[in-house]
């Protein structure tokens, strides 16, 4: 590894959690040949299982029977979490599989999911990319509350991009409210929604509406942290006859109606060569390096690796996430 990522990965990581509204669009898919390439580019680069309720990541990548999984930390199995950290068979890659999750690990207690977050944004990686479980459960949304970014996967059928909106929804609400209770605003917070609850579910953007009318100064500080969110969209499985714009045209939908902005990082073309690599448990973008859909997770990664992206600190060492 290089010198610039060793000062990198002794620092904060840069934290990716990766969503979608829906299940099947291609989150797993995304994180392995993702986490591939940033490894291949020499970054120290950790990949979480943290789809709770379904894990598979591990089969993905072809490790049938994983030693160690999250829920040995979270039921206090080991005492640190680096000890579920697996090395894989590509350099500077590694992996905490939820294969051998507890079955009641989806529903686990706010203090156990506390630690488990503080331990994930203490780990010491250039990258650690999440994959998440579908929807917009609390415990999927709250692993958006370890950085200030995040990768939305949708496809292009009318179904995923309207659950992609919500679990979009559903994130920067998420954001809000703990950017008010980090800064202790939640009085603010709560005399925006006293004055329209309904509103300030309903559109966002009507919190932060309010709350620049109750107090310009701290209203304006809080627009200003939002802005520094990157949260990035990516179009999968996407084939000859869709439209190529979906994801622009889904990023001024959200602009316009939550007032937020969000980049599209890239189209990914489906392949059915993609299936027969699942089934054969080799990573996708090591046997078909040259195809055109490896073309398109080059683009994405570029998406990701192109920007800035800092951990919030401060969140890390807080309890009232
Ligand atoms: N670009 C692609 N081209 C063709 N098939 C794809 C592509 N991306 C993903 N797939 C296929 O779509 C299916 C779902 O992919 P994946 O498991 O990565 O989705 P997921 O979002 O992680 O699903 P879940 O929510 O169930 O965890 C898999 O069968 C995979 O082979
Ligand atoms: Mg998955």
């Given at each position: 590894?290089?010198?610039?990522?060793?000062?990198?990965?002794?620092?904060?990581?840069?934290?990716?959690?990766?969503g979608?509204?829906?299940?099947?669009?291609?989150k797993?898919?995304?994180?392995?040949?993702?986490?591939?390439?940033?490894?291949?580019?020499?970054?120290?680069?950790?990949?979480?299982?943290?789809?709770?309720?379904?894990?598979?990541?591990?089969?993905?990548?072809?490790?049938p029977n994983?030693?160690?999984?999250?829920s040995?930390?979270?039921?206090?199995?080991?005492?640190?979490?680096?000890?579920?950290?697996?090395?894989?068979?590509?350099?500077?890659?590694?992996?905490?599989?939820?294969?051998?999750?507890?079955?009641?690990?989806?529903?686990?207690?706010?203090?156990?999911?506390?630690?488990?977050?503080r331990?994930?944004?203490?780990?010491?990686?250039?990258?650690?990319?999440?994959?998440?479980?579908?929807?917009?459960?609390?415990?999927?949304?709250?692993?958006?509350?370890?950085?200030?970014?995040?990768?939305?996967?949708?496809?292009?059928?009318?179904?995923?991009?309207?659950?992609?909106?919500?679990?979009?929804?559903?994130?920067?609400?998420?954001?809000?409210?703990?950017?008010?209770?980090?800064?202790?605003?939640?009085?603010?917070?709560?005399?925006?929604?006293?004055?329209?609850?309904?509103?300030?579910?309903?559109?966002?953007?009507?919190?932060?509406?309010?709350?620049?009318?109750?107090?310009?100064?701290?209203?304006?500080n809080?627009?200003?942290?939002l802005?520094?969110?990157?949260?990035?969209?990516?179009?999968?499985?996407?084939?000859?006859?869709?439209?190529?714009?979906t994801?622009?045209?889904?990023?001024?939908?959200?602009?316009?109606?939550?007032?937020?902005?969000?980049?599209?990082?890239?189209?990914?073309?489906?392949?059915?060569?993609?299936?027969?690599?699942?089934?054969?448990?080799?990573?996708?973008?090591?046997?078909?390096?040259?195809?055109?859909?490896?073309?398109?997770?080059?683009?994405?990664?570029?998406?990701?690796?192109?920007?800035?992206?800092?951990?919030?600190?401060?969140?890390?060492?807080?309890?009232?996430?």
């Amino acid at each position: 590894m290089n010198s610039i990522n060793q000062s990198r990965s002794e620092c904060t990581p840069f934290i990716w959690p990766i969503g979608g509204g829906k299940g099947g669009t291609g989150k797993s898919f995304l994180t392995i040949n993702i986490g591939i390439l940033l490894a291949r580019q020499g970054y120290k680069t950790l990949l979480i299982d943290a789809d709770l309720g379904t894990p598979n990541l591990h089969t993905i990548i072809g490790l049938p029977n994983p030693k160690t999984s999250l829920s040995d930390f979270v039921n206090k199995t080991v005492s640190t979490l680096e000890e579920t950290v697996l090395e894989m068979p590509v350099h500077n890659l590694f992996l905490i599989s939820g294969a051998r999750n507890k079955l009641d690990i989806a529903n686990f207690a706010h203090e156990q999911k506390m630690k488990m977050l503080r331990a994930i944004s203490r780990l010491h990686y250039d990258y650690i990319l999440l994959d998440l479980g579908a929807g917009t459960a609390f415990n999927t949304i709250d692993f958006f509350t370890l950085s200030d970014s995040g990768i939305f996967v949708c496809i292009p059928e009318p179904t995923s991009i309207e659950n992609i909106y919500r679990l979009i929804r559903s994130v920067y609400i998420r954001k809000i409210r703990q950017v008010l209770q980090i800064n202790c605003f939640r009085n603010l917070a709560g005399q925006a929604e006293a004055q329209n609850r309904d509103a300030v579910i309903q559109h966002p953007e009507y919190l932060l509406t309010t709350l620049k009318q109750i107090d310009p100064e701290q209203g304006g500080n809080i627009e200003k942290i939002l802005q520094a969110f990157q949260f990035k969209l990516v179009v999968n499985q996407v084939r000859k006859r869709d439209n190529p714009r979906t994801g622009t045209l889904i990023c001024k939908i959200i602009e316009k109606h939550l007032g937020m902005r969000i980049q599209f990082i890239g189209n990914v073309g489906f392949d059915d060569r993609v299936h027969e690599t699942v089934c054969m448990k080799s990573p996708y973008i090591l046997k078909y390096a040259h195809s055109q859909t490896a073309l398109d997770l080059h683009g994405v990664l570029q998406g990701i690796t192109g920007g800035t992206n800092r951990q919030t600190a401060a969140l890390a060492a807080s309890t009232s996430i």
